[in-house]
């Protein structure tokens, strides 16, 4: 018994509308963070199911692109938040205003 493709594409573009939604709504920069993460994952959900549905590999490599970009982003996005949040001791998006002095 094995799960249809559109079972997971339906996971994945319910996981990304929830991470658009989080980027969306939430004022916290760290949250903001997470849903950005969250897409993320579902774009990997969907690139594992197509490659799992046609028999390739190529849908894996490229979720090994993606999360070598992420743990790249992870690293950066975190030390430019704890940067601001030790200058402005916030992490509100709504009052950060980086072009201001």
Known sequence: M???LSAYLILSAFLFFLGVVG???RRNALIVFMCIELML???NLSFV???RSLNSM????FVF???AVATAEVAVGLA????IYRNRETVDVAE??????
């Open 2 to 4: 094995t799960v249809p």
């Open 23 to 25: 980027v969306a709504t």
């Open 41 to 43: 994952n579902a774009v």
């Open 49 to 51: 199911a197509f490659a």
């Open 58 to 61: 190529a849908g894996h490599v």
């Open 65 to 67: 692109f993606v999360m």
């Open 80 to 83: 430019i938040i704890i940067a």
């Open 96 to 101: 950060l205003n980086l072009l201001k002095w």
